[in-house]
């Protein structure tokens, strides 16, 4: 088969296609004449076959006044042509003209050289006299059916075909390297297809190119005729004719020479301009000699300037549905992605929009500290390097590479599948990017001839010749992908204006949630202060109240204690459940539990289970401490078959009446005076609250009566009461197969806590208590002493007991957590097997039964 379809045509040396096109005296085809004159109407060139062509002599001609042979109706059209011609590449047309009196009539075509007038005549063909529009009327209307540009190409290759009867007609599109490719086709029974053939640039220099662009129309009618010479070479002033513009010039012996070789008898080119560049070729080829009348080319020519138009409508309307597609993306995403806190939570989401316009086999997204990718994507320390690299183009704009080995020479380490990639910026400054790569692609190009050889020596010498073997020769692209189009590039430039957008606002979101941020803080740092403020005056009244009521140290410590610690449960309830309402019948529960070992027998709770928020529960917390701990004194909790039951009544408007009573205690006496735990049964209610509370002694046993408004009550638990139990009093064991805890390391950076806790290890068993501040001091212990347990204090200020916990582990120390953060502790993960935690504040019920836990694992 051909190994080519095209080939240059113009008559300057090839061997060096950078230097400027030197026109020589050229010769024109035999089918017609030429002839070049000065404004005064002086003839300058002619060519030697006016005596064929017009029966005139091109010896007499030269110096002589044209008009002298030229009938006055021939010079008069011609004068109005001239007047009409536009640009310096117009070109203007006679049909059927007589020229010489009594001679045949002429097509003339009429265009400036320089100084020159240059005028060519042909014999008239029998035609419609110069009707292009005839011709091309029907051929446009059938290409605005097209509804793709594939399709549009189709259609004119078989048009033109049709119009000009040639037997292969070919439409050939430059691509951005300016290598061009048959990218439709439309040809004669029996001929092999040259569609999807690829040329090298070399195929067509800049310089035919040039002509090409200036000249929309070239043909050839015969490639065995024999050219007619231009006499005289070169004017008085030593210049030769510019025949650029010239329809009947000859074109260079290299290119008859290829035609020749590929058995081509005649051959047309139509140029398609976009953008006033050179879009491509609508390439003609016959088997035998075709002279076509000056109609069809004058047609075929219009043809191609107004199919230029259709493509642009064509291929515009294409890029407008591109970008409508993007549009539609862009709104998706912005959609779908604004309302998101960071752009790599939704990065799948993203990516597969892009896939609908851009086509990708990996992305990455490098954002901040953030690196997320998928598919055949580089991993984030091969990243890094490659973001240096793009950090070095310019700031702003989308960079694409289809061959990246040639520009990064770490292209490597991205991985064997990694050949081109487009990189989007999404962030003012040159660092934040999401790239999409593309995998090598073997891409078997069918080239007509090596596009690495283009140039031998032949019969011309050093110049473009014709490969005489016309097989397909396949180069197989390497370290190379697919490369991005324009439109695809244009794509990216909108989705870019779109990240940045969704960036801008989640920042503007990211500042907003930050100032509420900051607000929140301070709101619950004042809130906190106030709080403790709160809870030191509580804790300074319960330890003056307690101080007036007792007589002794002990009694003193002891009710005092039972008072903070019926808070400090109170507040630990609430906390584990985040401080949200509970049951009155939990509260009641954890209190009996904290005085009885069979509580739930003893204290009965029935009725309406109103949901206290959590100043109602600390309230009845320390109201119900109050009343366990005077009927485990002197009340029906006091002896074994007393009981204690409590009824919650819902009342109107969201408010809940409930009683104390005491059942099968001793005979009960009113006291002789009102002590602080009196007070805080009958005041705090009415008082903190705005309930009511009434105290009652019965010789039967206390009665109380409460009511809480619907404003201190959160709803009603509707479900059977399944109240949370604390666990009853444990000892530290004492058989003689337990472990002992002679000495203990004890770690708390607040003193008065590690006195407090000190004593209570020694009230517990303990013979040695060591007491240190921090990790360093107990670390320094640990390599001096031996040890048979630990209690560590969570957070330690600045730090965390971390560091010391692992150095128990690694001796195989036990230990236990003290915490005043509830059950989220936060190392949990130091030690495979579980560690006691105990909550702050201490007591010896507490610790002592989180060491039996850690003893026995109970």
């Given at each position: 088969m051909n190994d080519k379809a095209l080939a240059p045509d113009e008559d300057v040396d090839l061997t060096n296609c950078d230097r400027e096109p030197i026109h020589i005296p050229s010769t024109i085809q035999p089918f017609g004449c030429l002839i070049a004159c000065s404004h005064d109407w002086i003839v300058t060139h002619v060519s030697q076959n006016l005596d064929d062509v017009l029966g005139l002599s091109s010896e007499d001609l030269p110096g002589t006044l044209l008009t002298q042979y030229l009938t006055s109706e021939a010079v008069h059209e011609i004068r109005s042509r001239l007047q009409v011609l536009t640009g310096d590449d117009g070109i203007e047309r006679l049909f059927q003209i007589p020229v010489i009196e009594g001679g045949g009539k002429f097509d003339v075509a009429v265009h400036l050289s320089g100084r020159n007038i240059v005028l060519e005549f042909e014999p008239s063909m029998p035609g419609r006299a110069g009707d292009q529009a005839a011709y091309v009327r029907?051929?446009?209307?059938?290409?605005?059916?097209?509804?793709?540009?594939?399709?549009?190409?189709?259609?004119?290759?078989?048009?033109?075909?049709?119009?000009?009867?040639?037997?292969?007609?070919?439409?050939?599109?430059?691509?951005?390297?300016?290598?061009?490719?048959?990218?439709?086709?439309?040809h004669a029974t029996g001929m092999e297809p040259f569609n999807g053939l690829r040329y090298p640039a070399s195929d067509i220099p800049k310089q035919a190119r040039a002509l090409y662009l200036r000249s929309l129309l070239r043909i050839i009618s015969d490639t065995d005729a024999e050219p007619v010479p231009i006499v005289p070479e070169r004017n008085a002033h030593g210049q030769?004719?510019?025949?650029?513009?010239?329809?009947?010039?000859?074109?260079?012996?290299?290119?008859?020479?290829?035609?020749?070789?590929?058995?081509?008898?005649?051959?047309?080119?139509?140029?398609?301009?976009?953008?006033?560049?050179?879009?491509?070729?609508?390439?003609?080829?016959?088997?035998?000699?075709?002279?076509?009348?000056?109609?069809?080319?004058?047609?075929?020519?219009?043809?191609?300037?107004?199919?230029?138009?259709?493509?642009?409508?064509?291929?515009?309307?294409?890029?407008?549905?591109q970008l409508g597609t993007s549009r539609a993306v862009h709104d998706r995403l912005m959609s779908s992605l604004s309302t998101s806190s960071d752009i790599g939570d939704n990065f799948e989401t993203f990516t597969d929009a892009v896939a609908e316009v851009i086509e990708w086999d990996g992305a990455a997204l490098s954002h901040g500290q953030h690196y997320t990718a998928r598919g055949k994507a580089p991993t984030r320390?091969?990243?890094?390097?490659?973001?240096?690299?793009?950090?070095?183009?310019?700031?702003?704009?989308?960079?694409?590479?289809?061959?990246?080995?040639?520009?990064?020479?770490?292209?490597?380490?991205?991985g064997h599948d990694i050949a081109g990639l487009l990189a989007i910026p999404v962030s003012r400054e040159p660092r934040d990017y999401i790239v999409l790569f593309r995998r090598e692609i073997a891409r078997s190009v069918r080239w007509a001839g090596n596009p690495n050889k283009p140039v031998t020596v032949g019969p011309n010498g050093a110049r473009l010749t014709p490969r005489k073997s016309f097989e397909t020769w396949q180069e197989v692209v390497r370290d190379t992908s697919a490369p991005w189009t324009a439109a695809e590039v244009q794509a990216a430039e909108g989705l870019r204006a779109t990240l940045i957008e969704i960036i801008l606002r989640l920042t503007d979101s990211a500042r907003r949630d930050s100032t509420r941020a900051q607000e929140r803080q301070e709101l619950l740092i004042a809130e906190l202060n106030h709080r403790v403020r709160n809870m030191l005056n509580l804790i300074r009244g319960l330890v003056k109240q307690s101080a007036d009521t007792t007589t002794s140290v002990s009694d003193f410590t002891e009710v005092l204690g039972g008072r903070i610690h019926a808070l400090a449960?109170?507040?630990?309830?609430?906390?584990?459940?985040?401080?949200?309402?509970?049951?009155?019948?939990?509260?009641?529960?954890?209190?009996?539990?904290?005085?009885?070992?069979?509580?739930?027998?003893?204290?009965?709770?029935?009725?309406?289970?109103?949901?206290?928020?959590?100043?109602?529960?600390?309230?009845?917390?320390?109201?119900?401490?109050?009343?366990?701990?005077?009927?485990?004194?002197?009340?029906?909790?006091?002896?074994?078959?007393?009981?204690?039951?409590?009824?919650a009544t819902e009342e109107d408007r969201g408010g809940v009446s409930f009683t104390w009573k005491e059942r099968g205690g001793p005979p009960v006496q009113p006291p002789s005076r009102r002590g602080f735990g009196t007070a805080i049964v009958e005041r705090s209610i009415p008082h903190e609250l705005k309930g009511r509370a009434e105290l009652h002694y019965h010789v039967g046993g206390v009665e109380a009566e409460f009511y809480l408004p619907g404003s201190q009550i959160a709803g009603f638990n509707r479900t059977d009461p399944s109240p949370r139990r604390a666990d009853t009093p444990t000892v530290v064991p004492s058989t003689p197969d337990a472990p002992k805890i002679d000495r203990v390391l004890l770690v708390e950076d607040n003193m008065i806590i590690g006195l407090d806790a000190e004593d209570i290890l020694r009230d517990l068993g303990a013979q040695d208590v060591q007491l240190v501040a921090s990790n360093t001091a107990a670390l320094e212990l640990l390599d001096r002493r031996e040890f048979d347990m630990a209690m560590l204090d969570v957070n330690l200020g600045t730090e965390t007991s971390r560091l010391t916990a692992e150095r128990l582990v690694e001796m195989g120390i036990p230990f236990i957590f003290a915490t005043g953060y509830g059950e989220t502790i936060g190392l949990t993960d130091v030690s495979e097997k579980p560690v006691p935690v105990v909550q702050k504040p201490f007591s010896n019920d507490s610790i002592g039964r989180a060491i039996a836990k850690l003893v026995w694992g109970e």
């Open positions: 029907p051929l446009i209307s059938r290409l605005n059916k097209a509804a793709s540009s594939s399709q549009l190409f189709d259609m004119a290759v078989r048009q033109v075909r049709a119009l000009t009867g040639f037997d292969r007609v070919m439409m050939y599109r430059f691509a951005a390297d300016d290598s061009g490719e048959v990218v439709a086709e439309s030769p004719l510019d025949m650029s513009l010239a329809g009947l010039r000859a074109v260079s012996p290299i290119h008859i020479e290829y035609l020749q070789n590929m058995g081509v008898g005649a051959s047309m080119s139509i140029s398609i301009i976009r953008g006033g560049k050179l879009w491509g070729l609508i390439a003609c080829h016959h088997r035998k000699a075709r002279v076509l009348s000056y109609e069809i080319r004058s047609a075929a020519e219009m043809f191609g300037q107004i199919f230029s138009f259709v493509l642009e409508q064509v291929l515009s309307n294409e890029e407008r549905a320390e091969a990243f890094l390097p490659l973001q240096r690299f793009l950090n070095t183009a310019a700031s702003g704009t989308i960079y694409h590479t289809d061959n990246l080995k040639a520009v990064y020479p770490q292209a490597e380490d991205l449960r109170a507040h630990d309830q609430l906390t584990s459940d985040q401080w949200a309402p509970l049951p009155l019948s939990a509260l009641i529960e954890t209190e009996a539990s904290g005085f009885l070992s069979n509580a739930a027998e003893r204290v009965e709770f029935s009725g309406a289970d109103p949901m206290l928020p959590p100043l109602a529960f600390s309230t009845l917390a320390l109201m119900f401490h109050e009343l366990m701990t005077n009927s485990s004194k002197y009340g029906a909790l006091s002896v074994p078959g007393g009981r204690a039951i409590v009824e």
